[in-house]
């Protein structure tokens, strides 16, 4: 079975700040992670994935995650954040298996963007 | 590039009637799943399709619900008799057979029930 904690529910940060939003993760066997990003009464996009490839993993939007086994952590970093990145952001996580693997998400952080 | 497409973008019911929810995968894909998202929560999964039948549902997913492809190209999801805690965004997605069976996501239809 697998899980995903998201910490923070909420996250604010000032326009230029770094973004950090936290997701660890349990599964059973190999996880496959994934970043979508939500926008109001939009659907779910994808930001990015980890596919047991690279462990430093880079997406869309200037955003990337780093995949730590260790710490069984996927945390989404932007160097530098936009207005434009305000939205939901979801964790999500499926079984490295050959078949259609449900994703399990977390609860997501809503990501606010200071002027 | 290509995109899952659902229809109706809004959908208002009372309470016990039935309702179908479209959706219109990427052509190519062969996998295809539902899920829901309640006002302010999580998105959950419900139910997963391959090959024309079921391959995984979550407890949500009971007999008041059912999948079906009806031709090449919908995949619709019904709801018998809908309750009020049925109210929520439904999206459906879509995946290919190779590599990490990235799921493309609709924009999802919301759903109210009265």
């Known amino acids: 079975a697998q899980s995903v904690t998201q910490l923070g529910s909420h996250v604010s940060v000032s326009e230029g700040a770094l973004v950090l939003l936290r997701c660890n993760y349990s599964?059973?066997?190999?996880?496959?992670l994934f970043w979508y990003v939500q926008y109001p009464n939009q659907g779910l996009q994808l930001l990015l994935k980890?596919?047991?490839?690279?462990?430093l993993v880079k997406g869309i939007n200037g955003f990337e995650a780093e995949f730590k086994k260790s710490e069984t952590s996927f945390h989404l970093t932007k160097p530098s954040a936009h207005m434009s990145d305000a939205a939901e952001y979801f964790c999500a996580v499926s079984a490295a298996n050959f078949g259609n693997e449900k994703l399990t998400f977390g609860t997501g952080t809503r990501l606010t963007i200071i002027p | 590039e290509p995109e899952v497409t659902q229809t109706p973008s809004h959908q208002v019911t009372q309470m016990g009637q039935e309702v179908i929810l479209r959706c219109v995968p990427i052509s190519n894909h062969l996998y295809f799943y539902w899920y829901r998202q309640i006002l302010g929560q999580k998105v959950e999964f419900l139910v997963s399709?391959?090959?024309?039948?079921?391959?995984?549902k979550s407890e949500i997913f009971d007999d008041q619900f059912s999948v079906e492809r009806p031709d090449g190209s919908n995949f619709t999801l019904k709801i018998r008799s809908t309750k009020l805690e049925d109210s929520a965004m439904y999206f459906c997605?879509?995946?290919?057979?190779?590599?990490?069976?990235?799921?493309?996501f609709g924009p999802g239809t919301r759903l109210t029930v009265t």
């Open positions: 599964s059973s066997v190999p996880p496959y």
């Open positions: 997605a879509s995946s290919d057979a190779t590599g990490a069976y990235e799921q493309y």
């Open positions: 399709f391959y090959n024309n039948e079921i391959s995984e």
């Open positions: 980890y596919t047991s490839a690279a462990t």
